[in-house]
């Protein structure tokens, strides 16, 4: 168990739709990073968080968006989703920038996302 | 654009053989990490290394940080079908560790 939850686990839906998906870091931990992951593809980087604040962007859509909140928790919002947005999504957290001098991730068990 | 790649991309080899996986750039990184990843689950740190040249061993997992810190290599000695999995290096640079995924190695066991 890695201490990073995401909800829900899994997510069926139609095209056109919007969806939430919701993220808690390890205890302590300040950043938060989310990752797209597509059938037997790599980890495609989408964007980072650190206590409260955008980080970095990677590769994310317009019709993506997420937010930290006070309480460290993050959420990554998918808006007029296409068939190709169905992907497993990723959220990790790291102690970088909070005592952690290098960054290694720990990820969460994902959301899978399917959209029909 | 810093870019890590991977090879090979795939390796389906029997237990009990050796194997390498390498995973290069041009870039220079203070640090890089390898992952392990199961499918349909999140990837799992395997390790961290941080000094040029450095070693490090996981029981039959060993890692070296090449000694100009642009590449890294991970070599499992006496392959598991435990080991079976999607193999990540991803290497951190900048004040705040940006992180750069490799493109993944996947590696199947058979028993």
Do not use: M
């Not at chain 1, 409260?52 to 919002?77: C, M, T, V, W, Y």
């Not at chain 2, 640090?31 to 000094?51: C, I, K, N």
């Not at chain 2, 060993?62 to 006496?78: E, N, P, V, W, Y």
Request: glycine letters at 12%; hydrophobic letters at 30%; aromatic letters at 10%.
């Amino acid at each position: 168990d890695s201490g990073v939850t995401q909800t829900p686990k899994h997510l069926i839906t139609a095209t056109g739709q919007r969806v939430t998906l919701r993220c808690s870091p390890r205890s302590g931990d300040l950043s938060v990073y989310w990752y797209q992951q597509s059938l037997d593809q790599g980890l495609q980087f989408l964007i980072q968080y650190y206590n409260g604040e955008e980080r970095a962007k990677g590769n994310i859509l317009e019709r993506f968006s997420a937010q930290q909140f006070p309480d460290l928790h993050s959420e990554l919002n998918l808006s007029s989703l296409e068939l190709g947005d169905s992907a497993l999504y990723f959220c990790a957290s790291s102690s970088v920038g909070a005592g952690g001098r290098y960054n290694e991730q720990f990820f969460g068990p994902g959301t899978r996302l399917t959209v029909l | 654009t810093q870019l890590l790649e991977q090879s090979p991309q795939f390796l389906s080899i029997q237990e009990g053989e050796n194997l390498t996986v390498y995973c290069n750039s041009s870039s220079v990184f203070s640090s890089l990490q390898w992952y392990r990843q199961e499918p349909g689950e999140g990837p799992v740190l395997l390790v961290t290394v941080v000094t040029g040249g450095e070693v490090k061993k996981l029981k039959r997992l060993t890692f070296q940080f090449g000694d100009a810190r642009k590449d890294s290599s991970l070599h499992i000695t006496a392959a598991q079908p435990g080991d079976t999995g999607l193999y990540l290096c991803a290497g951190g640079s900048g004040g705040y560790q940006k992180v750069t995924f490799g493109t993944g190695t996947k590696l199947q066991v058979i028993p």
